[in-house]
């Protein structure tokens, strides 16, 4: 999937805003939603394991999120925890975003402190090392 933002620009540079926000009632979400229900079988049960669809699919079409409940014995069980589980999905993808700190380059004060320290380090090992015999 892919996300399609706005960019505004500002002075301090370029900030992505999500073209909508996606409605969390329960109205909207049973409207924006396409729900199938299908057979989970794993593990044992023998001849009970394929009798009923319980597994609940929903697919979120504004936004594309898809949601698998099969956790539940029923069908109205696993279809409430996936409205759940899609209602909290779409209101972390409502939140707005922290913007993302940009990396600064280092200023020529902090480039020569840090090659001094360096230095020092490389001087402290070289007098660790035993004297080398000139033959």
């Known amino acids: ?8 620009a500002q002075s301090i540079g370029s900030i992505p805003i ?7 009632d ?29 597994a609940v699919r929903i697919w979120h079409v504004p936004s594309g999120v898809v ?21 909290k999905r779409l209101e972390a993808l409502n939140r707005p975003r922290k913007p993302r700190k940009l990396r600064t380059k280092p200023s020529p004060a ?3 402190k840090r090659l001094e320290e360096k230095r020092k380090q490389s001087q402290k090992k070289e007098s660790r090392q035993p004297p080398r015999l000139e033959s």
């Open 1 to 8: 999937m892919v996300k399609q933002c706005i960019h505004i």
């Open 18 to 24: 999500p073209p909508t926000m996606f409605a969390t």
């Open 26 to 54: 329960k109205k909207s979400l049973d409207k924006d939603t396409k729900v199938w229900f299908f057979r989970s079988s794993s593990g044992p049960g023998g001849q009970n394991v394929n009798k009923v669809a319980s």
């Open 67 to 87: 949601i698998v409940v099969r956790s539940e014995r029923t069908q109205a069980q696993n279809k409430r925890v996936a409205f759940e589980r899609l209602k």
């Open 110 to 112: 902090a480039q020569r």
